[in-house]
């Protein structure tokens, strides 16, 4: 675990609430904007109703029907007319003090209507800035925690993992936290309080419809929550899919030179359709049953406002309801209506919002490598390099030893070789120097502390790592040497440049050392790359300089510039190399040969060459090979000789 950050936060950022600290203030505020819209809302329908029941009942009335409209919806009932003006609508009322007629009140209550849409117009669009404020900030937090994480999760469980899921739920996932946060939350919000405050205004205007408004909305909603439980499992399994597809994808692109080079293009099509069309099933059945959804909704919706309509007008038809508060309750209806109606897109993003944090979960609550929490290494003085290791034994899960009984010693300053074929061991020795896995059993002491006791940024921070396959960055050469190092001297920087014998290759190049380099350094050979590599490592300064098979793309003339620049620095820090070629470690202090884990002979170049074993073998096999290619050389190179 990073020693910058407690247990308590790392969990702390595992939960949403967690992520919102800093963030609630303003999801409050889009809360109380938004109340305050639904409130001055509330006031259009009994403006509605005062203008009809007031300035609108009072003015001459014209048929507005043709005749025959009469036969098949019949006049009011006498009296509702008489009724309506005889109790003045609070439009009367202000009209009455103003001097204003008919038509100047009809005139106020469209400038109320204005002033009533424009202020709750006003609150929304504040409460979906805030909303989207708070959003931003909370998924950024969480996008930020998630890659954090993984920065810290231990290489067996990265070993295991598919860089194409993690990928989509770092992208994707996040990506649906984040909608279902700026949008569904507060819709959630909105249709709670339309319900619970619209409830009792209806009740109040008339208890009877009321009971009819509300009459399906409990279909409505059970069908939203049935609606919710289907949709959680389809879209688990819709994620699911995706995050094979983006695998495959990420796969190919990584591997295209490969693809290329054996023609598997065709193979490649049909994984990534096979992968494809997995997605696309899953995905046409969320779309079918979101259809099928919508439909039934759409249903008991129009089914829902065609009864109040109904019912009220023959309430109006008797005197028992007048026109205007039927036109108040038609809208206070709709109020309710559209927002339960969109319930179902709330829980359905929901749903896709509850998968996809449960997906990140899944990562975040993967332990992270362990280190010492609070360990005082400012206290520990910087490593020398000596290195002891005695009895080392180490296995992967599920595989045999990958060591068996390795001891050695290096004092500071010393070169140890490692030879030996693939898979014994070499690698997996350097792995567990450098913390990446915690040995079984066994010992290995670096300065005399053992190294499990050192925290892992403690022990990583003196070693310097060169890889066969070394990654570089999308940036530019000098970026890629100075990483981590920004304060590094021109001079420093072509120094270590120079040992590692790319210093000319360099400045060859267009922009010398600001030429951008392609994603994973594309654009330079294997060599270049690996003398980057070298020189980022060599300027560092580590005490303890591991090379695994790092030259192992260069020609024998660089190779021997490079090992002349290491050798001059002999003595100045302790150095690992992992070699296939023995050329590359003539010069090692002491040379392991390892098969199967374990150590088969030991010494210096000059003993083992002189007993029987893997190691004079080997010597001798490459030495007959440089000679013969020494032969064919001189033999082209001579007149008429071989082309």
Partial sequence: MNAHRSPHEGHDQQTLWGLSAGQRARYLAALAAMAAGIALSFGVPLVTR???????????????????????????????????????????????????????????????????????????????????????????RLRQAVHDHLNHLPTPWLDAADTGDLVQRCTSDVETVRTFLATQVIEIGRAALLVGLVTPVIFHLDFELACVAL??????????????????????????????????????????????????????????????????????????????FWSSSDVLTMSQLGL????????????ALSLGTLAAFLEYEALIIWPVRQLG?????????????????????????????????????????ALEVRDLGFGFAGGAA???????????????????????????????????????????????????????????????VVLQEPFLYSRSVRANLVLGMPDVTEETLCESTRAAAVHEAILEFPGGYETEIGERGVTLSGGQRQRIALARALLKDPPILVLDDALSAVDTETESRILEALAARRGTRTTIIVAHRLSSVLHADLTLVLERGRIVQAGHHADLIRAEGPYRRLWEIQGALEAEIERDLQTAAEPGGRA
């Fill in 402 to 464: 990958a060591l068996d009984g390795i001891s050695f010693r290096l004092d500071p300053g010393q070169t140890l070789a490692l030879i030996g074929p693939p898979g014994a061991g070499k690698t997996t020795l350097v792995q567990l120097l450098l913390r990446l896995y915690d040995y079984e059993r066994g010992s290995i002491r670096l300065d005399g502390h053992e190294l499990r006791e050192l925290p892992r940024r403690f022990v990583r921070r003196h070693f310097g």
């Fill in 345 to 385: 897109r709330v829980l359905a993003e929901a749903g896709k919002a509850v998968v996809s944090m449960r997906r990140l979960r899944e990562v975040l609550d993967v332990a992270e490598e362990s280190d010492l929490e609070g360990a005082a290494t400012a206290a520990l003085p910087a490593l020398r390099g």
């Fill in 50 to 140: 005062a203008a009809i029941d007031g300035p609108l009942a009072s003015l001459p009335r014209a048929p507005l029907a043709p005749p025959y409209a009469t036969e098949l919806w019949p006049a009011p009932a006498p009296g509702l007319l008489e009724l309506a003006l005889e109790r003045r609508t609070f439009l009367q009322e202000v009209g009455a003090r103003l001097g204003l007629d008919a038509g100047g009140q009809l005139w106020l209550a469209g400038a109320l209507l204005l002033a009533l849409a424009g202020a709750s117009g006003l609150c929304f669009y504040l409460r979906g800035r805030l909303a989207a404020l708070a959003s931003e900030g909370l998924v950024r």
């Fill in 308 to 319: 109040v309509l109904v019912v009220g007008a023959w309430r109006v038809r008797e005197g």
């Fill in 215 to 292: 009459a399906l909305l409990p279909v409505l909603v059970t069908s939203a929550f049935l609606f919710f439980r289907h949709i959680k499992a389809l879209f688990q399994r819709m994620d699911e899919a995706e995050g094979r597809m983006t695998t495959v994808l990420q796969e190919n692109l990584t591997a295209i030179r490969v693809v290329r080079a054996f023609g598997r293009q065709e193979h490649e099509r049909e994984k990534f359709a096979a992968a494809n069309a997995e997605f696309r099933d899953h995905h046409v059945r969320f779309i079918r049953l979101l259809g099928r």
